[in-house]
């Protein structure tokens, strides 16, 4: 089992930026890659960023890509997610998740994939 916790979550204006945590304990945190995946109200949970195992490959979303880093401290097992620029359309709430099986380069985008997942915390953008 491996728990997560995300955390960093918030109110920001637009324009702003939210740097996300996700705490993970119980297995060894590097034998899993992790994604952020986002949930706005009504709308199908999205995937906004993945990283490998040991961090050395990243993916985002084409929508964050230019906004968004993924990163990982595995001596924290800690993955963090740093939004920059913000909008009203990133407003959702976000969600980490832990992999044990990747696909080629190491990345899992597909959130069905997941084996593990945080209970989520919320981002709310203002114009």
């Known amino acids: 089992q491996v728990q997560l916790v995300e955390s960093g979550g918030g109110l920001v204006q637009a324009g702003g930026s939210l740097t996300l945590s996700c705490a993970a304990s119980?297995?060894?945190?590097?034998?899993?890659?992790v994604g952020w995946f986002r949930q706005a109200p009504g709308k199908e949970r999205e995937f906004v960023a993945a990283i490998s195992r040991g961090g050395t490959q990243t993916a985002a979303a084409n929508s964050v890509k230019d906004r968004f880093t993924i990163s990982r401290d595995n001596a924290e097992n800690t993955v963090y997610l740093q939004m920059n620029s913000l909008t009203p359309e990133d407003t959702a709430v976000y969600y980490c998740?832990?992999?044990?099986?990747?696909?080629?380069?190491?990345?899992?985008?597909?959130?069905?994939?997941?084996?593990?997942w945080g209970q989520g915390t919320q981002v709310t953008v203002s114009a």
């Open positions: 119980g297995r060894t945190f590097t034998n899993y890659a």
């Open positions: 998740a832990a992999a044990a099986r990747v696909d080629y380069g190491g990345l899992v985008t597909n959130r069905d994939r997941y084996d593990y």
